[in-house]
């Protein structure tokens, strides 16, 4: 199988990856974009056995790093401001048919702890093992369990009082 | 229903209803990034290739820019000057003519050669030398004289400057019918061998009272291995000596601010560091520089030859001079004696 296939599989994987941490899909295709470019680099160099584990890597570093940039490059108003913009090209519609409900799951899953909600995001929305999740999140695997059993455990709280609060 | 599985439902709809309705283009995002890659890999060689050329040039400065005292590159140049000036009877470089072309860790020297012949300076041809960082090829020579030394000695056959103890061979005699078959109106390089070695100082008396009126170029001297003829490893060897400038030029290291005598010890001491160089430059396939600077230390520096010029009549009369024993004729010009 061609590469650009391989690739292609992970794709949503990968957004919906960047998606979750960045809550904002213009971020997150760019952050897709910056991925691809960075494995088109890195690749040649290196012996891959597991492309999803390794993608999922590189998009985090991706996502840090984006990070980190827009951090010292904008002031805080001006992202305010730019976020806004983002919003109000939307129209209401289209916020509600753009997956209202994984947008409500990704807010909730934002008020965890970072860990918690890292632990969460990877191993639960994007089924990786415990040892592939460990290693993105360069934390032993022990620890790494512990950080996914609370958010996890919080986060189904959070679910249960929703859903006692619709009904 | 349980809560974990509430959960496992809830995570698991809202995925799939979040990748129904995500809309990317897939094969837009990977070309995109794969030309992003591909530019971006471009634009590193061009980088790295651009570097090389800047790199080169600047270690190459570096390289002949530092080192030996005054930086390699005038080093060899004092070296391929001095040998020239030491090896090569009546002949120099005027050292701030000479012209050098640094490339890529070689450089190439280009310079011309002088010869006094009566009162006038002569340009008589043209050194070219390539290096190769500080190891000098064969130099290319090109000597516009009449009476040109060989190019390569041979052991068969007499040096120009002949040892007391070495015999003068028979058709040396044909050198004094040249100089009386010389026109008074010119001018002669003339090859003095003397009967005995001197002292530097003493080279002045064999001419008392100036008569005749001629003039010292260059001194042979001896160095202990002329009267072998041939070196250590049966090579042919040439004379050694050091010119005599009136009106020293200020890049020679002779230049009357010492005995030239000294100054030769010293200039052959200095360029037994850098003998291969210097053998290369020189005539002879061998300077011995170690077995001469040894043999000089012991028994100080006698002189058993020279290099004079002056009008054709004076240099007839050093024929009844006792303290000459052969005469060989180099160069001769038309009258400037004035």
Redesign the interface.
């Known amino acids: 199988m061609e590469l650009?296939d391989i690739?292609?599989i992970y794709?949503?994987d990968l957004?919906?990856y960047l998606?979750s941490l960045s809550k904002n899909h213009h971020t997150a295709?760019d952050l897709?974009?910056?991925?691809?470019?960075r494995?088109?680099?890195n690749l040649p160099e290196q012996n891959i056995t597991n492309i999803k584990a390794w993608l999922f890597k590189v998009a985090y570093h991706t996502f840090i790093d984006d990070t980190r940039k827009n951090k010292k490059q904008v002031p805080k108003e001006e992202i305010e401001q730019l976020k806004e913009k983002e919003y109000s090209a939307w129209t209401p519609e289209e916020q509600v048919?753009?997956?209202?409900?994984?947008q409500?799951?990704i807010e909730m899953i934002h008020q965890l702890r970072p860990k918690h909600q890292h632990a969460v995001i990877l191993c639960?929305?994007h089924e990786l093992t415990y040892e592939e999740a460990a290693q993105i999140m360069e934390l032993n695997i022990n620890s790494f369990k512990s950080n996914l059993y609370r958010g996890?455990q919080t986060?189904?709280n959070k679910?249960?009082k929703r859903?006692v609060q619709d009904e | 229903m349980s809560?974990?599985q509430?959960?496992w439902k809830?995570?698991d709809?809202?995925?799939k209803?979040?990748?129904q309705?995500?809309n990317?283009d897939?094969?837009k995002?990977?070309k995109?990034?794969?030309h992003?890659?591909?530019t971006?890999?471009i634009l590193i060689s061009l980088a790295i290739l651009l570097m090389i050329v800047p790199t080169l040039t600047l270690l190459t400065y570096f390289y002949y820019g530092t080192g030996d005292g005054n930086g390699r590159a005038n080093k060899q140049i004092e070296v391929a000057s001095n040998v020239i000036e030491l090896t090569e009877p009546n002949m120099y470089v005027k050292r701030m003519e000479l012209e050098e072309q640094i490339d890529f860790f070689s450089m190439d020297l280009n310079f011309d050669v002088y010869k006094r012949i009566g009162k006038e300076e002569y340009r008589v041809g043209e050194y070219d030398i390539n290096y190769m960082l500080d190891q000098p090829d064969f130099p290319d020579r090109n000597l516009w004289l009449d009476r040109p030394h060989q190019e390569i000695p041979q052991k068969d056959e007499a040096s120009y400057i002949i040892h007391p103890l070495v015999s003068v061979p028979y058709e040396y005699d044909r050198e004094w019918d040249i100089v009386e078959s010389i026109p008074d109106g010119t001018v002669v390089e003339a090859y003095l061998s003397f009967t005995d070695s001197m002292d530097p100082d003493d080279v002045k008396d064999i001419n008392p009272g100036l008569d005749p009126d001629i003039e010292f170029l260059w001194l042979a001297v001896d160095t202990g291995i002329e009267k072998k003829v041939v070196d250590d490893q049966g090579l042919p060897v040439t004379p050694i000596g050091y010119p005599i400038y009136k009106d020293p030029p200020n890049w020679t290291p002779f230049d009357n601010r010492e005995d030239n005598e000294v100054a030769f010890t010293n200039t052959l001491n200095d360029l037994e560091h850098y003998e291969s160089q210097a053998t290369k430059i020189a005539r002879a396939k061998t300077l011995a520089l170690d077995e001469r600077t040894d043999y000089i230390q012991e028994n100080g520096v006698k002189i058993y030859g020279a290099v004079v010029t002056g009008p054709a009549p004076e240099i007839r009369k050093l024929k009844n001079n006792d303290h000459v024993r052969s005469l060989k004729v180099g160069e001769v010009k038309l009258w400037n004696w004035h």
């Open positions: 650009d690739y292609k794709m949503y957004y919906r998606f295709e897709v974009q910056e991925t691809f470019y494995a088109y680099l048919l753009q997956n209202e409900e994984f409500q799951l639960d929305l996890r986060l189904m679910l249960n859903r | 809560d974990d509430n959960y809830i995570i709809r809202s995925k209803q979040f990748d309705n995500t990317i897939s094969n995002i990977l995109k990034s794969r992003k890659a591909l971006t890999n």
